[in-house]
């Protein structure tokens, strides 16, 4: 047998042999590319809720700002009423002044 046949012989061998793992190696790329999609898509949702979030949390900052405005206009308001009925009942209870 000639050195050319048996080189021959012997990359029909290692290409058979490594058939199987080619494509075992192609699944493998199939699989990560399917993988590399699904990261992508996860990356989206993520960026979508990450605004989301920082949305709500300005509407409670912005609910917690309004509650105590109004928690203060009302306490202000309760404050001047009670001003109002004392002053109403001090008037009511100073004797009439004589001429």
Same mark, same amino acid.
């Given at each position: ?8 012989? =012997?990359?029909? !061998? =290692?290409? %058979?042999? !490594? *058939? ?11 699989? #990560?590319?399917? #993988?590399?999609?699904? @990261? /992508?898509?996860?990356?989206?949702? !993520? ?6 979030? %920082?949305?709500?949390?300005?509407? +409670?900052? &912005? $609910? &917690?700002? %309004?509650? +105590?405005? $109004?928690? /203060?206009?009302? #306490? ?6 009670? %001003?109002?009925? #004392?002053? *109403? @009942?001090?008037?009511? !209870? ?6």
């Amino acid at each position: 047998m000639n050195d050319k046949k048996l080189l021959e012989q =012997i990359g029909t !061998l =290692i290409e %058979e042999k !490594l *058939k199987p793992v080619k494509e075992d190696v192609g699944g493998v790329k199939q699989d #990560i590319s399917g #993988i590399k999609q699904d @990261i /992508s898509g996860i990356k989206q949702q !993520l960026d979508t809720v990450e605004m989301k979030v %920082e949305l709500v949390n300005k509407r +409670v900052e &912005q $609910a &917690q700002d %309004e509650t +105590v405005d $109004a928690l /203060s206009e009302l #306490i202000h308001e309760g404050y001047n009423l009670h %001003e109002k009925r #004392i002053k *109403k @009942i001090e008037e009511q !209870l100073q004797p009439p002044r004589t001429q």
